[in-house]
């Protein structure tokens, strides 16, 4: 576990040096911005550390500020705010699934796991991104049916298919659902995340939204469910992890309510991010690593065997290169591998020395060409 002593950068500060960052899900590099920074201390100065009371009982113009914005954002009715996006997905999934059949994507993140356990409704898991298998399963599933995925899975780096999704979904007429923790602010012409990236409307072809304001939008913390106010008004009834939860801290709110505004009109922070993106995973093909194919900044370096994987990331870690071994449980047995994530806020010369380190200490360790 690394000790990160100052803001998140492209080189933080930690473990007693400057470390080179790719471990973070600080894509956009707004974490450490000024103004995401002043943000959520304007937001201290005004409300304190909060108002102490559960969500169904008091709000502040700032969080009713950010529920719009983020509404805006997803092209939505509304939204409800969470302190996480693991609240939110429990939240919306135990109240879409009373009854009936949730349809999962094999590698949704543990939140959406965790939502459909604690839902009541039965739980069918697909192949990963595999429509023809979602086809098969909701020809079977009894009552209501959910299907929910990643827009852009945490481990893997691909995108959903969100066109067929929303497809199957119309002819079963069931609920979508998708996660965009790693796809708002990333993925699309306007970083608006899956739906504009694969040519779907939020609004008639996605029942709901989840997301996080922790990664591409620097927050820190917090979480939010976009959607119709029909769907919006139940869970605000239904929903224990909205009802019994506190929800969202003041100063997380100030932040994402400027890191919002910024993913929005910062078009050259994200052509930043996928010319680094394209750097990274061009350097580490040229250094022999196998790379899963993807199209968003999650760069997986696959390994295999769990030893070896925590080798090359301990070894990268030694030479102050942050790149996190990714095993089993949070990947099968078999499946381990390097996560990488580069972010706007990476120079060029950060992504090529990424590569040289990894190149160096793979080809020591016999998992890169020499």
């Given amino acids: 576990m690394h000790v990160l002593t100052g803001r998140q950068s492209g080189r933080p500060p930690g473990d007693g040096r400057p470390l080179l960052m790719f471990g973070a899900n600080d894509y956009l590099g707004l974490a450490g911005d000024p103004a995401v920074i002043d943000g959520a201390i304007g937001a201290l100065r005004i409300h ?9 009982f008091a709000t502040t113009p700032l969080h009713h500020a950010l529920r719009e914005r983020i ?9 409800l705010l969470f302190a996480s996006c693991t609240a939110a997905n429990i939240a919306l999934l135990t109240t879409l699934g009373r009854e009936g059949t949730i349809l999962s994507d094999a590698d949704n993140h543990a939140s959406i796991v965790d939502g459909c356990r604690l839902a009541r409704a039965a739980t069918r898991v697909y192949r990963s991104r595999d429509p023809s298998d979602l086809e098969r399963m909701l020809d079977g599933a009894a009552g209501p049916r959910t299907i929910v995925s990643d827009g852009v899975f ?3 780096g691909g995108i959903a298919p969100g066109r067929d ?68 008004a139940e869970v605000r009834q239904a929903a224990r992890f909205y009802i019994f939860s506190t929800g ?5 709110v100030g932040a994402a309510l400027v890191g919002v505004a910024l993913a929005q009109a910062d078009h050259e922070r994200r052509a930043r991010l996928n010319a680094n993106t394209a750097r990274l995973r061009a350097g580490l093909a040229a250094a022999g690593f196998t ?23 301990q070894a ?4 102050g290169l942050v790149a996190p071994a990714m095993t089993w449980p949070i990947v099968p047995r078999g499946q381990a591998r390097l996560r990488l994530q580069p972010s706007a806020a990476h120079t060029p010369d950060d992504i090529d020395e990424a590569c040289a380190i990894l190149g160096q200490e793979g080809a020591r360790l016999d998992l890169a060409a020499p």
């Avoid at 969202?248 to 997380?252: F, G, L, S």
């Avoid at 990268?316 to 030479?319: C, E, I, L, W």
């Fill in 316 to 319: 990268a870690a030694g030479r």
């Fill in 165 to 232: 999704l929303a497809a199957a979904a119309r002819r079963a007429g069931a609920h979508l659902v998708l996660d965009e923790s790693h796809a708002a602010g990333v993925v699309g012409p306007g970083g608006r995340g899956t739906a504009e990236a694969c040519g779907i409307h939020p609004g008639r072809d996605v029942s709901a939204i989840t997301g996080t304001f922790a990664k591409a939008f620097g927050a820190g913390g917090g979480g939010y469910i976009a959607g119709p106010a029909d769907l919006l």
């Fill in 291 to 313: 790379l899963l194919d993807g199209a968003t900044p999650i760069t997986p370096i696959l390994v295999g065997d769990e030893g070896r994987a925590r080798a090359l990331a």
């Fill in 48 to 56: 304190g550390l909060g108002h102490a009371m559960n969500q169904p």
């Fill in 71 to 79: 509404a805006a954002f997803t092209g939505t009715q509304g939204a």
């Fill in 248 to 252: 969202m801290h003041v100063a997380a």
């Fill in 154 to 156: 945490s481990v893997e």
